[in-house]
C-alpha cells in the first residue's frame, strides 16, 4: 500500500469517527430535551419546521429560564394558596363560571410570586415548560376554556374540567397536592364536597 492510500484511509476513517461523534452528540441532546420537555418536545416539534428548528426553539427556552430569578416559596405562602385553592373549588358548585377566571388568577399569581413572567401566555408557557412541561397541556386547556367561558361559550362541564386542568399545574407548582384527600367525615358538616374532583 502507498502512502498516499494510507493518508486517504486514515483520512476516510477521521472523518467517520467525528461524522459518529457528531451524531451521538446530537442524539445525546435531543434524549436530554425529550426528556426534559416530556410531551412539550413532541408539541414543538409539530409546530416547527423541522426537529432541529424545534430543539434550537426548546434550547433557547432553557436560555431564557436560565436568567429568571425563580423564587422557593415559603411554608407560609404554599400554606396560604393551598387555602385560597380549597375556598376556590368549595364555590365551584355554586359560581362555576367566576370560579373558573379565580382559578386563573390564582395560578397567575402563583407563577408570579415564583418569578415567572405573567405578561403573555405565550411567554408564560414557554418559561414554565422547563421546570413543568408535563401539566402544561392542562394548563392550556384550561385557559382555553377560560376564554371560551369569558366569551360565553363554557358549558359547566367544561368549566369544571377547566378547574380539574388548573389543579393540575398549580399542585406541580406548589410541589404538593393543593387540597389534602379527606375523608366526608373529617369535613366540615357545612362544607360541600369538592366537586372538582370527581
Known amino acids: 500500500m502507498s502512502p498516499t492510500q494510507i493518508v486517504v484511509i486514515v483520512l476516510i476513517v477521521l472523518v467517520i469517527v467525528a461524522a459518529l461523534a457528531v451524531a451521538a452528540r446530537s442524539l445525546g441532546r435531543r434524549r436530554a430535551l425529550q426528556s426534559r420537555f416530556g410531551p412539550e418536545y413532541d408539541r414543538v416539534v409539530a409546530e416547527q419546521d423541522s426537529r432541529s428548528a424545534a430543539e434550537r426553539e426548546l434550547r433557547d427556552r432553557e436560555r431564557r429560564h436560565a ?17 385560597a385553592w380549597e375556598e376556590l373549588q368549595v364555590r365551584f358548585i355554586d359560581s362555576p363560571g367566576e370560579t373558573v377566571g379565580d382559578a386563573d388568577e ?12 405573567t405578561g403573555d401566555f405565550s411567554d408564560q408557557i414557554a418559561h414554565l415548560s422547563v421546570d413543568h412541561a408535563r401539566t402544561l397541556t392542562n394548563y392550556r386547556d384550561a385557559h382555553e376554556i377560560h376564554l371560551r367561558n ?8 367544561e368549566l369544571r374540567q377547566a378547574v380539574v386542568h388548573y389543579r ?24 360541600p364536597h369538592d366537586a372538582t374532583s370527581r
Open 168 to 191: 393540575e399545574l398549580f399542585a406541580d407548582l406548589l410541589g404538593e397536592e393543593p387540597v389534602g384527600h379527606r375523608t366526608p367525615e373529617q369535613r366540615h358538616p357545612d362544607t
Open 150 to 157: 369569558s366569551r360565553g361559550e363554557a358549558t359547566t362541564e
Open 67 to 83: 436568567e429568571l430569578t425563580l423564587t422557593p416559596l415559603s411554608p407560609e405562602s404554599r400554606a396560604r394558596y393551598a387555602a
Open 106 to 117: 390564582l395560578v397567575t399569581r402563583l407563577i408570579e410570586e415564583q418569578g415567572y413572567p
